[in-house]
C-alpha cells in the first residue's frame, strides 16, 4: 500500500513538468486520481504583499468558472500583521480527476505574476480498504434486518421475544445508519478534493530576495518603534502637560511666597525672648 500511495505522488509530482492537451484544447485529466486513494494538495506561495489579494481572487475565480459541481470555495482567509505583511488562505474542493491540472494551473498562474513555490505537499490517504469493510459491514447488518423481520413475521412469538427482537431491529438500524454515513464520506473523499492555496508575503528565496525581506522586515521594526512612541506619548501626553503647567506656578509664583513666608517664621523664631529676672523687663519696672 506505501508502494502504491507513494507511486501516485510520483507521478503527480511528475506530471508537472508537463501539460498534455487534449483534441478540445483542455488539459488530458486522465490518471490525475488513483481508486481507491483520496488525495489532499496544499501549496504555499511567496510573493509581495500587494499582488496577494488579486492572486487569491484569481484562484477563486478559477474555481468558480468549473461550477459547484466541479469545484466549491470552502474557506477563503486574508489578514494584514502590524507590519503590513499579508497571510491568505484560500481552500476549495474539487472533483478529484481534475485536482492535479488545477493546482498546477494554479501554481503557473502564481509564478507569472511573480510568486515563488516555497512548499507543496500531496498527501494520498487509502481508502479502499475502508470501502471494502464498510462494503462488507452493510452487508452484514441488511442479512441481520432480514433475519429480525423474518423473525418478527412468525405469529407464535411471545410478547417478551417480540420485545426482544424490537430491540435488535432498532440496533441494526442505527448501525445500518451509521455505515451508509461513513459510505457517503468514503465516496465523498474519493469523488472530491481538498486543495488550499497559502500566501505569505516575501520575494523569493535568493540572496537578493533575501536581503529585500530582511530590508522590509527593518523599516517595519522602525515604523512599530515610532507607532509605540507615538502611543506613549499619546497617553501620557495631557498628563505631562499638567505636570509642567503645576511646575512652573510652583516656580513662578508658589515658590517665592513660601520662600519670603518661611523666612519671616525663621526670623520670628529666632529673637530671643525676655527672662524673669531681666531688669529691662516691663514687669519688673
Known sequence: MKWVVSSAIALSLAGCSK?????????????NSVAGVAF??????????????DLQEEHARACERLGPTRCRITGLRYTVGQQGDVNANLSVKIAAP???????????????????????DISGTDVATAVAATATERTDVAAERARIDRELARV???????AELRQQQAVAQGQATAAAATASEQRESLANTPMSFDYTTGRGTGLVDRLQDAGDT????????????????????????????????????????????????DRRLSRPRPTAHDPTSPSQR
Do not use: C, H
Open 19 to 31: 501539460v498534455p492537451e487534449s483534441s478540445a484544447g483542455e488539459p488530458d485529466i486522465a490518471g
Open 40 to 53: 489532499d494538495y496544499s501549496y504555499d506561495l511567496t510573493l509581495p504583499s500587494s499582488r496577494i489579494s
Open 98 to 120: 481534475l485536482a492535479r491540472a488545477f493546482g498546477r494551473a494554479g501554481v503557473k498562474q502564481a509564478e507569472s505574476v511573480g510568486a515563488t513555490l516555497t512548499g507543496a
Open 156 to 162: 407464535d412469538l411471545s410478547p417478551r421475544e417480540r
Open 218 to 265: 527593518a523599516l517595519g521594526s522602525i515604523g512599530l518603534t515610532v507607532t509605540a512612541l507615538l502611543w506613549v506619548l499619546a497617553a501620557l501626553g495631557p498628563p505631562l502637560v499638567v505636570l509642567l503647567l503645576a511646575v512652573l506656578v510652583w516656580r513662578r509664583w508658589i515658590q517665592r511666597w513660601w520662600t519670603e513666608l518661611s523666612a519671616r517664621v
